[in-house]
């Protein structure tokens, strides 16, 4: 079957984030409505636009029960779930339906309460994802998410000698921007030590070298080159994306050091006609320290095991040769579960000048063109990569 051409350009016209952090008054749906609304009035466009939706996470029916809560009647919807990276693999979905004219305008809503539910009792952490299938295998013997990375990271080292003190400085500089950053959950400073020195959590991954949990949600709306004349913002457009699947059980993954981010960047890379050397700013999953490294290295930032001398010297940092994770990333600003959306949102806003105090400039001071976003779902199961370009 062949691909559908492409008829229309498509734009990111709006972008939001709910309240974030500490949320402990709202509801999940309450900030799925929060974060649609504040990103339609970023658009500038009316409701009636809107003939897409896109949602995951909630609901027995998601996304019908959260379209439903907001009142939207959508003629295209989209629930995949492929964890992190949900959002990068929606967004390219609903940039090719309204390329191909079957949605005007879809809207990307995401809200989690994941922190005020632990401090509630109204659930627990959980240790994995199931233990149907294929994960049985796995399960019973304590084989945990973060043990996965844990032990995808150890075989980094193994390979290429990556260093702790390497991956430790990757959350140093997620510190370092998050500082610039009001919205952003933790912004005191940290060092390697501290990085090294914290509570173990799964070995090599002390406290620091893993994600913060947060609540909060964001919104994204796309749509179609005719409406861009009707925005209040300049328009975003997407440029190029790129979806992947690797594995579910650790013993069908090929190789720990690579990531399905190698074939989605391949793939956004040149549908967008443009290099990674050309990115100016980089919004990269990192519910760990390792996640940021191998994303680095899967989108050819740099070449495989280099990961970690690249990320040295501060090059990821707001000032940096490759600013990544400029809000902080879920390392320090939010991660209230499936981040991926708020890498869209924060890539648009950078692309935008609209970033405040952790604006990112060229040195020239012109603002940035082009970004990058790539999203990673379960331990490297999947990603999702989008080209982003302002003009």
Same mark, same amino acid.
């Given at each position: ?28 749906y /309450?900030?799925? $409505?929060? *974060? @649609?609304? #504040? =990103?339609? %009035?970023?658009s500038?466009?009316?409701? +009636? ?6 949602s ?6 998601a996304?019908v029960?959260?379209?439903e809560y907001?009142?939207?009647r ?15 693999v929606?967004?390219?979905? /609903?940039?090719? $339906?309204? *390329? @191909?004219? #079957? =949605?005007? %305008? ?5 809200? +989690? ?5 632990i ?14 299938g294929?994960?049985?295998?796995e399960?019973p013997?304590?084989?945990?998410l973060?043990a ?15 260093t ?6 990757i ?15 933790f ?14 959590i799964?070995?090599?991954f ?8 947060s ?9 179609g ?10 328009p ?11 594995h ?16 989605s ?11 990674p050397?050309?990115?100016?700013v980089?919004e ?22 280099e990961?970690?001398?690249?990320a ?34 924060e ?5 935008r000048?609209?970033a ?7 040195a ?18 999947s990603?999702?990569?989008v ?5």
């Amino acid at each position: 079957m062949c691909a559908a051409k492409r008829v229309r350009k498509v734009a990111v016209v709006g972008v939001s984030l709910s309240d974030c952090g500490r949320v402990d008054t709202a509801t999940p749906y /309450a900030l799925h $409505a929060q *974060a @649609a609304r #504040r =990103a339609l %009035a970023d658009s500038g466009l009316d409701r +009636s636009v809107v003939d897409g939706f896109a949602s995951a996470g909630l609901g027995t029916l998601a996304p019908v029960e959260v379209a439903e809560y907001l009142g939207l009647r959508p003629t295209w919807a989209d629930s995949t779930t492929v964890g992190g990276a949900t959002w990068e693999v929606m967004a390219a979905h /609903a940039a090719d $339906a309204i *390329a @191909a004219g #079957r =949605a005007r %305008a879809v809207l990307l809503v995401y809200g +989690s309460t994941a922190r005020a539910d632990i401090r509630a009792g109204r659930r627990t952490a959980n240790l994995s994802f199931g233990a149907r299938g294929p994960l049985q295998f796995e399960v019973p013997y304590g084989h945990t998410l973060i043990a996965k990375y844990a032990m995808a990271t150890r075989r980094h080292m193994h390979e290429y000698g990556t260093t702790l003190e390497q991956l430790a400085d990757i959350a140093v500089q997620a510190r370092v921007n998050a500082a610039h950053n009001p919205d952003a959950m933790f912004r005191d400073p940290i060092t390697v030590d501290d990085v090294l020195s914290g509570p173990m959590i799964a070995d090599p991954f002390t406290k620091l070298h893993c994600c913060i949990r947060s609540d909060g949600g964001c919104a994204v709306l796309l749509a179609g080159e005719e409406y861009v004349p009707d925005t209040a913002a300049p328009p975003v457009w997407v440029l190029g994306s790129g979806t992947a699947l690797s594995h579910s059980t650790m013993s069908e993954w090929d190789d720990f050091t690579a990531s399905p981010a190698a074939a989605s960047g391949r793939a956004a890379f040149e549908r967008a006609g443009v290099r990674p050397s050309e990115i100016d700013v980089a919004e990269l999953y990192d519910a760990f320290t390792y996640m940021t490294l191998v994303t680095l290295e899967d989108l050819g930032f740099c070449a495989k095991g280099e990961g970690g001398a690249f990320a040295a010297k501060g090059r990821l940092t707001l000032g940096g040769e490759l600013p990544t994770n400029t809000d902080g990333g879920g390392l320090s600003a939010c991660h209230p579960g499936m981040r991926g959306l708020f890498l869209l949102v924060e890539a648009v806003r950078q692309l935008r000048g609209e970033a405040g105090g952790h604006q990112v400039r060229k040195a020239d001071g012109r603002l940035p063109e082009l970004a990058v976003a790539s999203g990673t779902g379960g331990w490297f199961c999947s990603s999702g990569t989008v080209v982003l370009g302002r003009g």
